[in-house]
């Protein structure tokens, strides 16, 4: 506790149980093991085919086994010439993905010319908190683990990390006693909710898409309730497959939409996941990590959408890192 003889102000105050993360075990303890990684002398063809052979888009890249960068898709985006990312390529039809080979294949560059680096990377003996400020500092959803002599061991991942939120026991929840301290999903959530409402047609959709610069929407209803979501992936993997190269063009603002019979219930997917504002951080990882899910929408009494809670606001959120009214 604190006791003070005068008035002063309290910048930052720390308790145990505050930041429910077990940041005293080892990244080695939570790590995943084995992970499917790139040579460096690969061509950027072969890295593509392997990221869509895995469904990873991040790969460590090493060099007689040891560490020396890392490869996502968007750098094969903006340094091999790809044309769409990981997600979205994955529902393309088959003619249209071997294309996407073929384009890289023409090149000669290999992955050490378009990694990324010098690589951030953590030692299997380092401990969880140390290694999660680092991933909030640089902004990275994935650190590469390495040994005493910089060989690749394993791979850290946000979702590692958030899983071990998840086991925690309730006791050792945050006490909503702490006046300040964030701990609800109103405490952090975006107040900005790229939305389009069920009966939205494509080429509202695909705008609405560009102009947001997101990878998802909320679809709501006649009366405002939040009814599903739209990702872009639907867009391209749930409409005829002759219309997928339009599709793409327009998704990345080169263009009108094709001329299709759809709207937004059409396409999205039920069931989004909602939950109200005055739900603990702790509580909404129980639910969205067992099921995959990478977005909550934060919604009021009558199920109408207040903001949006991501993997990335709430991982910040368990550091102490996330601000209220987060934009």
Same mark, same amino acid.
């Given at each position: 506790g604190l006791m003070t003889l005068e008035p002063v102000q309290v910048i930052r105050y720390?308790?145990?149980?505050?930041? /429910?993360?077990?940041? @005293?075990?080892?990244?080695?303890?939570?790590? !995943?093991?084995? /992970?499917?990684?790139?040579?460096?002398?690969? !061509?950027?063809?072969?890295? $593509?085919? !392997?990221? =869509?052979? $895995?469904?990873?888009?991040?790969? /460590?890249v090493v060099s007689e086994g040891v560490l020396v960068g890392m490869l996502t @898709?968007?750098?094969?985006?903006?340094?091999?010439?790809?044309?769409?990312? =990981? *997600?979205?390529a994955r529902q393309l039809d088959a003619q249209l993905v071997q294309e996407s080979v073929a384009a890289l294949e023409t090149s000669a560059l290999q992955v050490s010319q378009v990694m990324s680096q010098p690589v951030i990377?953590? +030692?299997?003996? @380092?401990? =969880?908190?140390?290694?999660?400020?680092?991933?909030?500092?640089?902004?990275v959803k994935r650190l590469p683990v390495v040994d005493a002599g910089g060989r690749l061991v394993g791979v850290l991942s946000?979702? @590692? #990390?958030?899983?071990?939120?998840?086991?925690?026991?309730? %006791?050792?929840? #945050?006490? %909503?006693?702490?006046?300040?301290? &964030?701990?609800? =999903?109103?405490?952090?959530?975006?107040?900005k909710v790229p939305a389009v409402r069920y009966d939205s047609g494509l080429q509202a959709i695909?705008?609405?898409?560009?102009?947001?610069? +997101?990878?998802? &929407?909320?679809v709501t209803g006649a009366d405002g309730r939040v009814i599903g979501l739209i990702s872009d992936a639907d867009v391209v993997g749930r409409l005829p497959s002759q219309h997928q190269r339009g599709l &793409?063009?327009?998704?990345?603002?080169?263009?009108? *939409?094709?001329?299709? *019979? #759809?709207?937004?219930?059409?396409i999205?997917?039920?069931?989004?996941?909602?939950?109200?504002?005055?739900? !603990?951080?702790?509580?909404?990882?129980? &639910?969205?990590?067992? %099921?995959?899910?990478? $977005?909550?929408v934060v919604v009021d009494d009558a199920g109408r959408p207040l903001g949006l809670a991501d993997r990335a606001i709430l991982f910040s959120a368990l550091t102490g890192e996330a601000s209220h009214g987060r934009a």
């Open positions: 720390t308790h145990r149980y505050l930041h /429910p993360l077990p940041a @005293d075990r080892l990244v080695s303890e939570v790590m !995943t093991r084995y /992970p499917v990684s790139l040579r460096a002398d690969a !061509t950027v063809a072969e890295a $593509w085919q !392997t990221m =869509l052979q $895995w469904g990873v888009k991040t790969l /460590p @898709d968007e750098d094969l985006l903006q340094r091999a010439g790809l044309a769409q990312r =990981l *997600s979205v990377a953590v +030692s299997e003996g @380092d401990r =969880l908190g140390q290694a999660v400020r680092l991933m909030v500092g640089e902004g946000r979702v @590692d #990390v958030l899983r071990q939120v998840c086991d925690i026991a309730p %006791e050792h929840e #945050v006490p %909503e006693a702490f006046v300040g301290v &964030l701990t609800t =999903l109103g405490d952090v959530m975006s107040p695909i705008t609405a898409f560009v102009q947001s610069g +997101s990878h998802r &929407l909320v &793409l063009a327009a998704l990345r603002g080169r263009g009108r *939409s094709p001329e299709l *019979s #759809v709207t937004a219930r059409d999205m997917s039920e069931g989004a996941l909602t939950a109200p504002p005055e739900m !603990t951080i702790v509580e909404a990882l129980r &639910l969205m990590i067992p %099921e995959g899910r990478k $977005w909550i």
